[in-house]
């Protein structure tokens, strides 16, 4: 069960950050979307039941902002239970090969897809730490398997982070997990990957023909930071119609 419980979730404002937490408030849990958009987060939080849900800004790169979103989900909530890290830069320009990204671009999807789990992370867990527990989700994806791009690459490293920090965490009662989505409905990936790519993906590497729904996120993400939940840390779980299934 999450009900009672306080979710802080970065990219909130939009796309799955926001699937899920309409599906970890329709559970009963306090929702905060934290984005660097802060417009689109109070426009989202507005469509949530009364007091089930705030924005915040929030910069995942900066530390000081993160700080900041953190001080207004306490004082608002009275504490933290759940982080998930789904801020990520994922547009199709950085889906190339590793040597034909510029190196601003490099920093920057290292900055916010790498370097934002590990700065949020660091900066929620004191604040878990108070409640005694806690259920940490970062978002990978089914890019990280077979990897062929800088996105890929940035999502492979979620992966060793997911495991690197069940182990470190584990003492505090802190787990973490995490879930690699395949091709999924967002309106990023429906508006950025070209309709002949999308088709190949499908058709080409997933059992299930068909695009995935950011829904069908949830029951997952819910498992993995609900007390049902309890036996599983530094796991991750692909969402992806069977594509990289392993053995």
């Not at 034909?100 to 920093?107: C, D, F, N, T, V």
């Not at 900066?123 to 077979?146: D, F, Q, T």
């Not at 029951?219 to 036996?231: Q, V, Y």
Request: charged share 15%; aromatic share 4%; net charge negative.
């Amino acid at each position: 069960m999450i009900d009672g419980k306080v979710a802080f979730i970065t990219g909130g404002a939009r796309g799955i950050g926001l699937t899920l937490g309409r599906g970890f408030a329709a559970d009963g849990a306090s929702v905060v979307l934290a984005d660097i958009d802060i417009a689109a987060a109070e426009a989202s939080a507005s469509s949530f039941a009364a007091g089930q849900a705030i924005a915040v800004a929030c910069d995942v790169t900066d530390r000081d902002s993160i700080a900041a979103a953190l001080v207004t989900t306490v004082a608002t909530f009275g504490g933290i239970d759940i982080l998930v890290n789904n801020a990520a830069r994922h547009h199709f320009d950085v889906n190339v090969p590793p040597t034909q990204l510029e190196p601003a671009k490099w920093r920057q999807i290292l900055d916010v897809n790498i370097m934002g789990t590990v700065n949020c992370t660091t900066l929620a867990v004191p604040e878990m730490r108070k409640r005694g527990s806690g259920a940490i989700l970062n978002l990978s994806s089914v890019a990280g398997y077979e990897v062929t791009t800088c996105y890929g690459v940035t999502k492979l490293a979620i992966r060793g982070l997911t495991t690197a920090m069940a182990g470190e965490l584990a003492a505090d009662n802190i787990r973490v997990n995490a879930i690699a989505p395949g091709f999924m409905d967002s309106d990023t990936v429906l508006n950025d990957v070209p309709q002949a790519v999308a088709d190949m993906f499908i058709q080409d590497l997933q059992l299930i023909k068909r695009q995935g729904r950011m829904t069908e996120l949830v029951g997952a993400a819910r498992l993995l930071c609900s007390d049902e939940g309890s036996f599983i840390t530094g796991e991750t779980i692909i969402i992806g119609g069977g594509a990289f299934r392993q053995v």
